[in-house]
Structures are given as C-alpha cells and as structure tokens.
C-alpha cells in the first residue's frame, strides 16, 4: 500500500521560511517522479514544483521559482520542499504526489499526471 505522508507545515511569519518533508512507503521510490502541488478554498489544486526519480531534474512554477527549491533523498524515501522568502499569499494546503515514471522526467505538471497523493500539510503565513 503506497503512503505519502507531508510534514513541517504550520504558522510563520511573512519573509520566513519553511522545509516540508514527504515521507513514502509501500513503493520503490527512486522510480517515481514526485510533485509538490497546493490548494486554497475554492481553487484548482496547483503546482508547486516537481523532481525527477535520480533527484537530477527539477522544475518549478514560474511565480515560484527562486523562492522554493524541491529535492529528494532516495535512500531515506523522502522529498523536501524548501520555501523562503514566503508571503501571505503561499498559505495553502501543500501536497505531495507520486507518480510511475519510466525516464527521469521531471515535467509533470497537473494534478492529473500524478497517481498517489499525500493527506496534504497546511501553511499559514501571517503578515
């Protein structure tokens, strides 16, 4: 059974930074591409960042991009998003998803390109 479960979300400050972790299990990890994706009320579910199954190839939200930096550690199961410089408007519930992929790919990016989904990890950023 494929598990993805989110972490280190919570409250911060504007301007302050956060790391979220996805821990997986029940699936052979290095060969899935994993995506983090976020939500708000009454929104589509939006990409955030992606990376490949070897952690090579990345790619981002063109509004995010220098702000957020996504990697992996295949050894440990775990993806991490890094995020700084954060604003009131990144609060959202943040997911992880995974996906089969059978090259290191690392553009997926719509919600439906992802099969397993994590419960999701909200972050507030206050002003």
């Known amino acids: 059974q494929v598990q993805l479960v989110e972490s280190g979300g919570g409250l911060v400050q504007a301007g302050g930074s956060l790391r979220l972790s996805c821990a997986a299990s029940?699936?052979?990890?290095?060969?899935?591409?994993v995506g983090w994706f976020r939500q708000v009320p009454g929104k589509e579910r939006e990409f955030v960042a992606g990376i490949s199954r070897s952690g090579d190839y990345s790619n981002y939200a063109e509004t995010l991009k220098g702000r957020f930096t996504i990697s992996r550690d295949n050894a440990k199961n775990m993806v991490y998003l890094q995020m700084n410089s954060l604003k009131v408007e990144d609060t959202a519930v943040f997911y992880c998803a995974a996906v089969s992929s059978s090259g290191d790919y690392s553009a997926y990016r719509t919600q439906y390109e992802y099969r397993y989904w994590g419960q999701g990890t909200q972050v507030t950023v206050s002003s």
């Open positions: 029940g699936l052979t990890f290095s060969r899935y591409t």
